[in-house]
Nanobody
Framework: QVQLVESGGGLVQPGGSLRLSCAAS????????MGWYRQAPGKARELVAS???????HYANSVKGRFTISRDNAKNTVYLQMNNLKPEDTAIYYC??????????????WGEGTLVTVSS
C-alpha cells in the first residue's frame, strides 16, 4: 500500500503564499501521475494541478499563473507552490498519486487533506 503525508496548509491573508508538500511512502514500485485536488464547502472536489513522471503539467484555469506544481522523484514527493492566494482558494487540498504497487497494476491513492484558508 501507499501512504501519503501532506503538510503546509494553514491560514494566509489574500495575496499571500503557501507551499504544500505530499510525501508518498510504502511498497511503491513506481509513481506515475501526481496531483492536487481541492474541495471547498458545498462544492465538488476539483483538480487543481497535476504532473506526470516526465514533468508535464496541467492546471485548472482558475489557478494558472498563480500556482506551480513540481515533484522530486527521488523523494516520491509532490509540491504545490501557491502564490497570490485569493479567498476563493479556501478549501481542503488533497494529494493524489497513481502508483504501481503490484506490477503491472496502477492504483490511485489519496491523502487525508490539508486545510488552506485565505482570509483577512
Amino acid at each position: 500500500q501507499v501512504q501519503l503525508v501532506e503538510s503546509g496548509g494553514g491560514l494566509v491573508q489574500p495575496g499571500g503564499s503557501l507551499r504544500l508538500s505530499c510525501a508518498a511512502s510504502g511498497s511503491v514500485v513506481s509513481i506515475n501521475d501526481m496531483g492536487w485536488y481541492r474541495q471547498a464547502p458545498g462544492k465538488a472536489r476539483e483538480l487543481v494541478a497535476s504532473i506526470t513522471r516526465t514533468d508535464a503539467t496541467h492546471y485548472a484555469n482558475s489557478v494558472k499563473g498563480r500556482f506551480t506544481i513540481s515533484r522530486d522523484n527521488a523523494k516520491n514527493t509532490v509540491y504545490l507552490q501557491m502564490n497570490n492566494l485569493k479567498p476563493e482558494d479556501t478549501a481542503i487540498y488533497y494529494c493524489n498519486v497513481k502508483a504501481v504497487v503490484i506490477v503491472p497494476y496502477t492504483m490511485m491513492y489519496w491523502g487525508e487533506g490539508t486545510l488552506v484558508t485565505v482570509s483577512s
